[in-house]
């Protein structure tokens, strides 16, 4: 079971430079989100989907942009990298019905901007 | 704005005995209360989860306590096994599996022999 899928595992950018880090599911989750999280602060939400076509800003979204095409994927994308970017991004998913409140999480990809 | 303070930020348990790491959150709208587990280069899974209408919910060796009027919450690990080494995140949200987990900093627990 693939579960939610993060690509890349690990990605080097230069300020300034524009990336996207994929997410995809197939537990057809109406819901996903994309999380940061840095050394002592946790995890902190940047963008969530309620399904195909609804996006919203979550804690800190400045820096990012996604959009949802389908129920199975959700990128990610940083515009123009900056160093406070680097960070480990985790992608979510959870199911609408019936809903049990429990997110799935990636493994993970990690950024470094230099 | 912290709205959820977890500690310790650390804690080394011997095994046998019991961990216990402590929440607190500001905003009384909260009434969705889970702890996920995250062991090193994976992402964070659903431990065990609470609503404010309980005050104690137990899964095997794991319980959470919840005192609504302190607005505090925690997770009792009972004879906590090296292999519960992992760090452990408080959460609480407005809702019942709304998308806006507000997360705690953490707990790196170390169990050792």
């Known amino acids: 079971n693939a579960g939610v899928t993060q690509t890349p595992k690990f990605q080097v950018l230069k300020t300034g430079q524009s990336m996207t880090l994929q997410c995809a599911q197939d537990?057809?989750?109406?819901?996903m989100s994309w999380y940061r999280q840095d050394p002592g602060m946790g995890l902190r939400l940047i963008h969530y989907?309620?399904?195909?076509?609804?996006?919203d800003q979550g804690e800190v979204p400045n820096g990012y942009n996604v959009s949802r095409s389908t129920t199975e994927d959700f990128p990610l994308r940083l515009l123009s990298a900056a160093p406070s970017q680097t960070s480990v991004y985790f992608c979510?998913?959870?199911?609408?019905?019936?809903?049990?409140?429990?997110?799935?999480f990636g493994e993970g990809s990690r950024l470094t901007v230099l | 704005q912290q709205q959820v303070k977890q500690s310790p930020q650390s804690l080394i348990v011997q095994k046998g005995g019991i961990s216990i790491i402590n929440c607190a959150y500001e905003n009384t709208a909260f009434d969705y209360f889970p702890w996920y587990q995250q062991f090193p280069g994976k992402g964070p899974a659903l431990l065990i989860a609470i609503r404010p209408d309980v005050s104690e919910k137990k899964e095997g060796r794991f319980t959470i306590s919840f005192n609504k009027s302190a607005k505090q919450f925690s997770l009792h690990i009972m004879d906590s096994q090296p292999g519960d080494s992992a760090t452990y995140f408080c959460a609480a949200s407005y809702s019942f599996g709304n998308e806006k987990l507000t997360f705690g900093t953490g707990t790196r627990l170390t169990i050792i022999p």
């Open positions: 537990m057809n989750h109406e819901y």
């Open positions: 989907s309620v399904g195909a076509g609804i996006t």
């Open positions: 979510a998913s959870r199911r609408g019905s019936p809903n049990t409140g429990e997110l799935f």
